[in-house]
């Protein structure tokens, strides 16, 4: 869905737009990027004063009423099959949403998973109510993780969050319930270590000591352990975005995610049937803050925890009934 921006130039607006050129004026004050003004320039009514369709060397007058389309890709095809299911939707404007993902729905369709993945459900969820354009996920989940996904509603949108993530400006909070206890010097800290694939695996990753691999940073901090089930709920927030992170960190620090199928404990199994929960990682994106793209607005969404991870966490004495 293309994106439409308009802007009322101002008396203050000359100064840092050389007396009101309308490369600068987008560049300056309606934060359009290089790249979004060459697309408007060659779509139909792209950039327009008053109505009137004019180039970027045109200067603008106090009161004008400036109005630029930031096109969508039309070479992009979205190819996710619509199909109905269930979308807890958590924020929405009309630039982005923040849906909860609950464990075990995977992100994107995948094999085995073609119809019944949160891109099928946004699919329909957006095309029964006749809006266009391709979803976008900014930040994907693995299956097993549950918590606050975004999707992005038009290129223009996608490319400022994307950006935030990269300045730090969009930020995640994690929580997992992991095993063992933390010293009390050890209750807070930082991960840094280097990843990549285990040699001959596809899933697998593993850290690497030869100084190969990407860089990955992980920050914990303990919210409450319980020495007597040897368990811990800690909070995460990570500054690289390396597949499996958090789980291959807390697993080499000794502290493997209860449920973890490739990292962690094979007892788990045990522990999920006393629950009567099917086994997978206790790992939720509890929290996000992120920047409207175009108002720079601070949206704050917390998301509750799933039932199975909130049980599990009161069984192990680390979370009040």
């Known amino acids: 869905m293309d994106k439409v921006l308009n802007y009322v130039f101002k008396e203050e607006d000359l100064a840092d737009t050389a007396g009101g050129l309308i490369n600068l004026v987008l560049r300056n004050r309606v934060g359009v990027t290089g790249h979004e003004i060459s697309s408007a320039k060659f779509h139909a009514d792209g950039i327009t004063v008053n109505g009137q369709r004019v180039t970027v060397k045109y200067r603008m007058k106090p009161g004008d009423k400036l109005r630029v389309v930031l096109p969508e890709d039309r070479k992009e095809v979205d190819n996710i099959a619509a ?11 009309e630039d982005l949403a923040v849906v909860n993902k609950p464990a075990l729905v995977p992100v994107h369709p995948s094999y085995g998973h073609y119809s019944d993945s949160l891109g099928n459900y946004m699919a329909y969820y957006r095309r029964n109510r006749g809006l266009d354009g391709i979803c976008r996920v900014i930040g994907r989940l693995d299956i097993d ?24 400006e969009l930020v995640r909070t994690y929580h997992a319930l992991v095993h063992g206890t933390f010293c009390k010097s050890g209750m807070d800290g930082v991960l840094r270590s280097r990843m990549d694939r285990v040699e001959g695996e596809k899933l697998l990753r593993e850290i690497k000591q030869d ?5 990955a940073v992980t920050h914990y901090s303990v919210i409450s352990q319980n020495a007597p089930s040897d368990a811990a709920l800690v909070r995460f927030r990570i500054d690289t975005g390396r597949t499996h992170q958090i789980r291959v960190h807390m697993s080499g620090a000794s502290h493997p995610l209860f449920g973890d199928p490739l990292y962690g404990d094979d007892a788990d199994e045990c522990f999920f049937a006393s ?18 793209p175009f108002t720079g607005e601070r949206i704050e969404i917390t998301v509750p925890y799933p039932v199975d991870f909130r049980e599990a966490a009161i069984v192990l004495g680390l979370l009040r009934q």
Not at 148 to 164: D, M, Y
């Open 83 to 93: 199909a109905e299911g269930p979308l807890d939707i958590l924020y929405e404007d």
């Open 145 to 168: 993780t549950s918590g606050a996904v975004i999707f992005a509603f038009n290129k223009a949108a996608a490319g400022r969050l994307v950006r935030q993530r990269d300045r730090g």
């Open 211 to 215: 100084g190969s691999g990407l860089e």
């Open 275 to 292: 629950l009567g929960h099917r086994r997978h990682t206790l790992l939720h994106a509890a929290a996000l803050s992120l920047l409207q």
